[in-house]
């Protein structure tokens, strides 16, 4: 029963630890407000920060997965409740969507990103090469956004995993959860909640 107990605590602290698509819109949005010039000291903190979350990202997502198989296998339920729960098998999809998309970034938009900034010559960034390092970052904006959409409706999930809601309040949590998404991914959210 103890180790029942230390997986929960380590999957929920793991859940937690997934919040980085909330704090990486925070620190983009704030970048935005700086304005131009693109490729200054800001722009080199900010992609070395973005750049130094992947590895952590991919292993607190395989932790996630190894806790909650395990925690499902602890229950009784043998894999196939990610099939005949839904509540488990959402959250197992939406794990895998978020792997998807930090793979999207790793692999596809921050390459692109690097290529973009390392071609600078004197500190200066062509306007051609900044409307698409804009770009990239819009989409690496969205996929962070999405991310945390994901990682929120995961958290939600996790609290119904062994007794699930009523359907109309998961869809109003949802709901929520969207809305607050929505304002993290158009704001700074400087009242919090609010």
Not at 16 to 31: D, E, G, H, K, T
Not at 144 to 156: E, G, H, N, R, W
């Amino acid at each position: 029963m103890e180790l029942v107990s230390i997986l929960r605590v380590v999957h929920v602290i793991t859940a937690i630890l997934m919040a980085w698509p909330f704090y990486a819109l925070v620190a983009v949005n704030q970048r935005a407000r700086l304005g131009p010039p693109l490729g200054d000291r800001a722009d080199v903190y900010l992609e070395n920060v973005v750049r130094n979350r992947v590895v952590p990202c991919y292993i607190f997502q395989a932790t996630a997965l190894v806790t909650g198989v395990w925690l499902v296998l602890a229950a009784g339920m043998g894999l196939g409740a990610l099939v005949t729960n839904w509540v488990l098998g959402a959250k197992f999809v939406l794990l895998l969507v978020i792997a998807a998309l930090l793979s999207i970034v790793n692999f596809r938009v921050q390459p692109r990103l690097d290529a973009l900034f390392a071609r600078a010559q004197g500190g200066k960034i062509a306007d051609a090469d900044g409307a698409q390092i804009r770009a990239l970052r819009t989409t690496r904006k969205q996929l962070s956004a999405l991310c945390m959409f994901c990682v929120l409706t995961i958290s939600m999930l996790g609290v119904q995993a062994f007794a699930p809601f009523p359907l109309w309040l998961t869809a109003v949590l949802v709901l929520l959860i969207a809305a607050f998404t929505w304002r993290a991914y158009n704001s700074i959210t400087a009242y919090g909640w609010v």
